[in-house]
Structures are given as C-alpha cells and as structure tokens.
C-alpha cells in the first residue's frame, strides 16, 4: 500500500518549518526570585561579613532594643544578678577586713553592717540596699567610712541599671511596627483604566479608631537593571507618584482607601502590556508612614507586590455603605475584586491608539448586553416552565371525579 500522502505540499510545509525554527521567542519565562520586600514589611535582606561588629557596642541601647525578646530577658536577669554577686562580693570584703566575720569577738564589738556572718547573708544585703527593700535584720552603721562609700555607688549603679534595662523593656513594648499590624494592605494589586488612563491601584485601611496623623504613601519600583555602560544594578529602585501628588501623598486614613498611580509616561510601567507584565520580573514597595495619635511616635508600614499579585483588568469591589446615618466598612470585602473591560495593551500603545479603548468597552458593553438577554430569557423560560406545571397541577386538583354506574346499580 502507497503511503498517504499530505493535503500540504513538501515545500510549503518545509518553508514553515524553517520560519518557526529562525522565529525567536517575544516574551521569557519569568525566573522566580526573592522578593525585596516580605508582605508582612519585613526586609528580605542578609547582612554578612561585616567586619566592624565593634560600632554595634557604641549604640548599646539600640542594640538592646533590636534584639528577641528572649536574649532581651537574658539580659535583664543577668544584668541584676551580676549586680548583686557584684556588691556581695564588695559587701563581705568590707566585713572581712573590719573583723565583722571573726566568731571570737566581744560582744560590744560594733560591726559594720549588722548581721553579715558570711557571704549568703551579704549577698541579701546586697539586694536590700539596690532594691531598696530594707528588711530591718541588716543596717550599715557608722564605723567604716568604706562601707558607706560601697553604698553610695551601689545606689548610683542600681539606678544607671534600672533606667537602661526598663527603659529597653519600655521601647521593646512600644515600638512604632507594634502599631503597623494595624494597618492593612489588599492581598493583590490591580490594572484597569479609571478616568480613561490605565491605573495601579492598591487599598490600604487601618482597623484601629485611633487614626494615624499626617500619613504619607510612597511608591517604589525595584528591579535589575543595566546601565548603557554595562553596569547592573540588582536592586534599582524607582520612585512613582500617585494620584494626589500636589498635597506630597499625604492622605487622610479614617477609611480605607484606594491608592492609585496612573501610569503616564513617566512611570516605569508605561510600555507594560499585559503579557509583558507577567513575564518581568519586578516588584512594586509600598510604605505608610505617620505618626500614632495616642503615642506620638512616628510608624511605618511596609509591603510588597510581585507580578503574580497584580490582576490586570480588575478593580476593587466598594465595602463602604450608609447605614442608618452611619458609615460602615465591611472588612470580609477588603480585598475582594471584580473583572472589567480593560485592554490588554500597554499604557503606550493606548495614548498612541486611543480607539483601543473605544473598541474595549464597546465590546465588554455587547457581551453585557448579551448576557443580560440570555439571563432573561432564561427566566422567562423558567417562569413559563413553572406556569405550565402550575397549570397541570390546578388541573390535576379540580378535574371533577366521573363515577361509571354499573349494570348491577340501575333500578329494573
């Protein structure tokens, strides 16, 4: 048997072949990286090598504050205990060579500090005295001038350490990042066209009544880049500006809001379609900063969206009503969003083109159009089919009963 032959000719199909081999793909596949910028505000970022770990001793305070909790408490007790073996010590050499700790002295022998007989008992002395406790069992008198010198740096220092390590348990509690879990962003970002220029918008609320004085939004873009001379930069951060850069970003946050940046030419996103979107790799830094009305200490917020978090061609759903002459925010809707007509193409090809906008809506328009006939008439088909079998049922009910009278019933 021949084999069969192709419906396209050898030297059309060998051509296509050959166009296909030579044609280079448009877009890459997008390489997973770390992002900058954890969703949290957390900075993705490892210090290492660092030679000079001395400049970390100078700032003790800040590095006390910096540190976990748990090395924190570590300190804090060990802080006091080395204080007090410190001063024990101290304490039990100036009974040691005042004889206060001899067993064979006379009874009228005036000591220095009463009732110190050995180091456990100046050890509680110690703790009395910084503490300020004052049991009554144990006093200083005035015999030796030494012990009252002990004393008097005792205090000195039982006050230095009490205001350094409360005063770091003290900014440890009332940090400013304590206030931005708070402050809340939308899981994801969104594209569409708003006032007929495409727009990234993103929302942000605060769950708390107390409201934050003065916040300020900043938008960065941070990719790899590579300059003309060959020089790659791997953390290049480009600022852009929202909607409301004439009053500098400042917003007013009592409910939440949508922050939008609409993408002109001078925004890093403007010859972004949305094929092109997906496959860069860059990732947009959003910061809140202000300061708390109750604290006074300035706070900021932090976090981050990669291109797999920006949905092109949505917008967010409204969670503000009036209800009762009160305005409610709905939280369970925050990040909720909803599909619209927006075009694929970038903010370029749409100031260039501005029919391809036309040409979207009037599309989306039709197909609502013809959505909306086909919910109707599915209803009706519905209601009519409901009619009909409402109708077989009434009938069904009073069709009247036709009794047939037999031979055997009719009177001869």
């Known amino acids: 048997m021949l084999p069969r032959k192709s419906l396209v000719p050898e030297e059309l199909a060998l051509a296509a072949l050959a166009s296909r081999a030579s044609r280079r793909a448009v877009f890459r596949e997008r390489v997973n990286k770390a992002r900058f910028i954890a969703k949290s505000g957390a900075c993705n970022l490892a210090h290492k090598n660092i030679r000079e770990q001395g400049r970390f001793l ?5 590095t006390l504050v910096d540190l976990k909790w748990r090395f924190t408490l570590v300190i804090f007790t060990m802080t006091f205990l080395c204080s007090w073996l410190l001063f024990a010590m101290g304490w039990w050499l100036v009974a040691f060579a005042h004889g206060d700790l001899d067993a064979t002295r006379k009874a009228e022998f005036e000591q220095c500090v009463t009732n110190v007989k050995s180091f456990t008992s100046a050890f509680l002395f110690s703790i009395e005295v910084q503490v300020t406790i004052g049991f009554g069992g144990r006093m200083i008198t005035e015999q030796c001038p030494t012990a009252i010198m002990v004393l008097i740096l005792q205090n000195i220092a039982g006050l230095i350490i009490n205001a350094v390590m409360l005063g770091c348990i003290f900014m ?9 879990e708070t402050l809340i962003f939308s899981r994801h970002a969104v594209i569409s066209v708003r006032n007929h220029r495409l727009c990234f918008m993103i929302r942000m609320g605060d769950l708390r009544k107390s409201m934050i004085i003065g916040a300020a939004v900043r938008l960065q873009v941070v990719l790899k880049t590579t300059t003309p001379e060959g020089e790659v930069i791997p953390i290049h951060q480009i600022d852009i500006q929202t909607d409301n850069t004439i009053t500098g970003n400042t917003i007013f946050l009592l409910a939440p809001l949508i922050i939008c940046h609409v993408i002109d030419r001078d925004s890093p996103l403007y010859d972004l379609s949305a094929m092109e979107l997906q496959c860069s790799d860059l990732e947009i830094i959003v910061i809140l900063e202000g300061v708390v009305e109750t604290t006074g200490i300035t706070t900021q917020a932090r976090t981050s969206y990669v291109t797999e978090e920006i949905l092109w061609g949505h917008r967010f759903v409204p969670i503000v009503s009036e209800e009762e002459g009160v305005y409610s925010v709905d939280y369970s809707k925050f990040g909720n969003t909803t599909k619209v ?3 694929q193409c970038s903010a370029r090809e749409l100031d260039e083109t501005p029919s391809i906008l036309m040409q979207t809506l009037q599309k989306s328009e039709v197909s609502q159009q013809s959505l909306l006939r086909k919910r109707s008439s599915l209803r009706r088909n519905s209601s009519m089919r409901k009619n009909v ?16 009278a037999t031979l055997s019933n009719v009177a001869i």
């Open 58 to 62: 100078q700032d003790v305070f800040t």
């Open 172 to 180: 440890k509690t009332a940090q400013s990042h304590r206030r931005a």
């Open 341 to 343: 007509a927006t075009p």
């Open 389 to 404: 079998s409402f109708r077989r049922n009434n009938c069904a009910i009073l069709a009247p009963k036709v009794q047939f």
